[in-house]
Each structure stands twice: as structure tokens, then as C-alpha cells.
């Protein structure tokens, strides 16, 4: 979900770039330009390592001028842009959440006592623009289990 945020972006305001994927094999590419947090995405711009995909996406912004801006130069309406920026940043935890629920066998978001939280997770979720762009639910699914499996078989 963090590279799509970055991708996402880049495609919007038709910036060229090169797709390095790196994920379960990390190259010495990844470890020379992010050799904090070995961590992806990270940007290379101008020779230049980025980290962070929030950062990214803000330095993508000021960076490449273009429509579609993410957020406005008015102070007032930049902060209400990024409240509601924080609701994509986090809305995909929704759907995380119930995977790992299925997964592992155990409820995190308990319907009763965290209802507002899971209804908002329903709503957010049920928007089509946002359920459109989500992988499928099998494959997340599959790829979890076999890293779940991986992790508990490594701690015995
Ligand atoms: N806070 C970071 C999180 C990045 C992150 O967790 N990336 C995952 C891939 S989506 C990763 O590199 N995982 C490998 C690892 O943690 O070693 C961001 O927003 O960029």
C-alpha cells in the first residue's frame, strides 16, 4: 500500500519514472538509497534518495507543480486538505485489519466497543472509488497467510 501511494501519485500528474520492484528481496539499490529504514518505497530524484511515502508524495507536489495539485497553497485550505488526506493514508487498514483477523483467529476491531471505528472502516470501504483500487481480496489474502506462515515457523 505505501508504493501505490507513490505510483498512484506519479500516474496522476504524468510524471515519467522507472519501476524498480524490490519487495521480499531487498537489492543493494534499495539498501544504498534507503539504508535507515531498508524500507519501500523510496524516490530517487535527481540522483537524490527519498524516503517515506508521505514525504514522497509532498516533495512529488512541490516538486512537479501540475494539476492534479494534492494540496492547496492557502494555509487554511492546505489543513483541511490534509485532514482529509489523513482518511486515504489510513483507510486501507480496513481492509488489512479483517485479513489479519481471518488469519491469525483473533478480533481486533470488536463490532461492539469500537463500533464508530468499524463503521467508519465499512463506509470508507464501500466508497467506490476507493473499493475500485483495491487488490483482490484472494491474492492479499494468500500472500498473508504464506507471510504469517513464514513468521511462525521462524520463532520455533
Ligand atoms: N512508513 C513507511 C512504511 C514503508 C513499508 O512498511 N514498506 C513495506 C512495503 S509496502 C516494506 O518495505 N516492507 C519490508 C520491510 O519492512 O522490511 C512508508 O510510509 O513509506
Not at 531498508?38 to 530517487?44: D, I
Not at 485550505?77 to 488526506?85: C, Q, V
Amino acid at each position: 500500500p505505501f508504493v501505490l501511494r507513490v505510483k498512484w501519485v506519479l500516474e496522476l500528474k504524468g510524471i515519467q519514472y522507472q519501476y524498480v520492484e524490490d519487495l521480499g528481496n531487498k537489492s543493494a539499490m534499495l539498501l544504498q538509497y534507503n539504508p535507515v529504514h531498508k524500507k519501500l518505497p523510496a524516490l530517487v530524484h535527481d540522483g537524490k534518495p527519498l524516503a517515506e511515502s508521505l514525504v514522497i508524495l509532498e516533495y512529488i507536489d512541490e516538486t512537479w507543480k501540475q494539476d492534479p495539485s494534492l494540496l492547496p497553497h492557502d494555509p487554511y485550505e492546505k489543513a483541511n486538505a490534509i485532514l482529509r488526506e489523513s482518511d486515504i493514508a489510513i483507510g486501507w487498514l480496513g481492509y488489512w485489519v479483517r485479513i489479519v483477523e481471518e488469519i491469525v483467529g483473533v478480533n481486533l476491531i470488536n463490532e461492539e466497543l469500537m463500533a464508530k471505528l468499524d463503521a467508519w472502516f465499512d463506509n470508507f470501504l464501500e466508497l467506490p472509488v476507493i473499493n475500485e483500487c483495491m487488490s483482490p481480496r484472494d491474492k492479499l489474502l494468500n500472500h498473508n497467510k504464506a507471510f504469517h506462515k513464514l513468521l511462525t515457523s521462524s520463532s520455533t
